[in-house]
């Protein structure tokens, strides 16, 4: 085997070693995706709103605890507004939230501080 060889291993091989080191962010944040929600458009229409949830990892605990819902309402330009609601219990240390369909590519977002409040988030879709 020839010397460049085993330096250039040696060399890759510290580089994987240095590397594996980091600090991983998945320590700083935990996500919790509830089951979608269904709504019933005003025109009859199914769709699906998903929430993603992102707490402390030390709340791991109290998760099981948030709860959410939606309603569906006309919007006045011929779409219909989705209302959110998502209960983060007391004891929480924050969260934050991100509710979309992905039928219609609508996304929003929304956190607090602190526990016991609920979130309000509207998603505003094209269809009745």
């Known amino acids: 085997m ?15 070693v240095a590397g594996g080191q980091g600090a991983a962010s998945a320590n700083v944040m935990w996500c919790l995706s509830d089951p979608p929600i269904q709504v019933v458009t005003p025109g009859g229409h199914n769709l699906s709103v ?12 109290i998760a099981r605890q948030i709860t959410d819902d939606a309603s569906a309402a006309p919007d006045g330009r011929g779409g219909t507004l989705i209302t959110v609601h998502i209960h983060i219990p007391a004891g ?8 979309a369909n992905y039928r219609y ?10 526990g016991g409040t609920v979130l309000t988030l509207n998603l505003d879709v094209p269809t009745s």
């Open 2 to 16: 020839s010397r460049r060889v085993v330096v250039v291993g040696a060399l890759a091989a510290g580089l994987l």
């Open 105 to 114: 590519r609508v996304t929003t977002t929304d956190h607090t501080p602190n």
């Open 92 to 99: 929480a240390h924050g969260a934050g939230v991100v509710s």
């Open 50 to 61: 998903n929430n993603m949830i992102y707490m402390s990892p030390i709340d791991r605990h």
